[in-house]
């Protein structure tokens, strides 16, 4: 079946413009999750939905950072007035359910923002 | 909070060795422990995951990990490298006493290099 798909799979943008970056998540996939992957930080944490809500947003970096999910699928990562400082890979995954280890979180190919 | 330190940011081994990744967790209780391998231009894969049925985990593409506790530790291995095997491998964490969604907080992964 499909996997996780994100959209674009590359973004450049001028510094202070905003972008929006889009995740697909595996059907019937309730736990989607963001993940940030930079040369200086690694891979970390951004967000969690399950189903719509977003009970955990507590590795968003900054206020110019926000996600949405609709209709328990679709999800879209939104930076404001990007800094070059976001530069990096932005990885969604998702998972049957968001709790528990039996559910293995599916990644997408990632999108690559490069703010210059 | 929890954490894992992988010891090495390149490996380079000749094609038919032994592979062994590095991998320490920070808990004072056993937590769910994951690794994730990376190809270029590509998402994170799933290779393996301890969730304390065996101490002795295996995964696909030949490697596996052991869990143990007293050196709170999950190498990687694998018998005999293959060219294929080069990537970047990520060792993960998750905490075990939650009961909510399933945070991954991921090492600074180990680039692994295969000559042949």
């Known amino acids: 079946g499909a996997g996780v798909s994100q959209s674009p799979s590359n973004k450049v943008t001028e510094k202070g413009k905003d972008v929006e970056l889009r995740c697909d998540p595996i059907s019937g996939h309730t736990a989607l999750y963001w993940y940030r992957q930079s040369l200086g930080q690694g891979l970390e944490f951004l967000i969690y939905?399950?189903?719509?809500?977003?009970?955990?947003k507590s590795g968003l970096p900054s206020d110019r950072f926000s996600a949405e999910r609709t209709g328990g699928s679709v999800s879209t990562l939104t930076i404001q007035r990007t800094q070059q400082e976001d530069s990096a890979v932005y990885l969604c995954a998702s998972s049957l359910l968001g709790y528990g280890p039996y559910y293995e979180q599916y990644f997408g190919p990632g999108t690559r923002l490069t703010v210059t | 909070a929890q954490s894992v330190t992988q010891l090495g940011s390149h490996v380079s081994v000749s094609e038919g060795a032994l592979v062994l990744l590095r991998c320490n967790y920070s808990s004072s209780v056993p937590p769910y422990l994951f690794w994730y391998v990376q190809y270029p231009n590509q998402g994170l894969q799933l290779l393996l995951k301890?969730?304390?049925?065996?101490?002795l985990v295996k995964g696909i593409n030949g490697f596996e990990a052991e869990f143990k506790k007293s050196e709170t530790s999950f190498h990687l291995t694998k018998p005999s490298a293959h060219m294929s095997d080069a990537a970047e491998y990520f060792c993960a964490v998750s905490d075990r006493e939650n009961t909510g969604f399933q945070k991954l907080v991921f090492g600074t992964g180990t680039r692994l290099l295969v000559s042949p």
């Open positions: 939905f399950q189903g719509n809500s977003a009970p955990d």
């Open positions: 301890y969730t304390s049925a065996a101490t």
